[in-house]
């Protein structure tokens, strides 16, 4: 029942940028984990980025520095800003929701994601 669907992939050299986009229907989007995952052939997939219910967020240490992870609840709209891109960020990337869960000491904990768009791909050429 709910749809995530995402949009911006493409292709870009080293060094550009690009926006990913995912839309979410059927829930209240704001009071759930949302994520960033990307998979690239032969690999396991790969949590990119991580924002909580509570709007902290988390990176893998790959795109440290180089993606941000960002929310607008009042469009319903996920983003990824990916700058500074390597070849080794080609991969599937897919958008992804699920429940916040009561962490350690108060954290929020985002590790089960349910519901899953259908993918847009990102192609860096060097």
């Known amino acids: 029942q709910v749809q995530l669907v995402e949009s911006g992939g493409g292709s870009a050299q080293a060094g550009g940028s690009l926006r990913l986009s995912c839309t979410v229907s059927r829930y209240t989007y704001s009071t759930y984990c949302m994520g960033w995952f990307r998979q690239a052939p032969g690999k396991e997939r790969e949590e990119v980025a991580v924002?909580?219910?509570?709007?902290?967020?988390s990176y893998a240490d790959s795109v440290k520095g180089r993606f941000t992870i960002s929310q607008d609840n009042a469009k319903n709209t996920l983003y990824l800003q990916m700058n500074s891109l390597v070849s080794e960020d080609t991969a599937m990337y897919y958008c992804a929701a699920g429940p916040p869960r009561p962490g350690t000491m108060g954290w929020i904990r985002c590790d089960i994601f349910a519901h899953w768009g259908q993918g847009t791909q990102v192609t860096v050429s060097s």
């Open positions: 924002i909580d219910s509570g709007g902290s967020t």
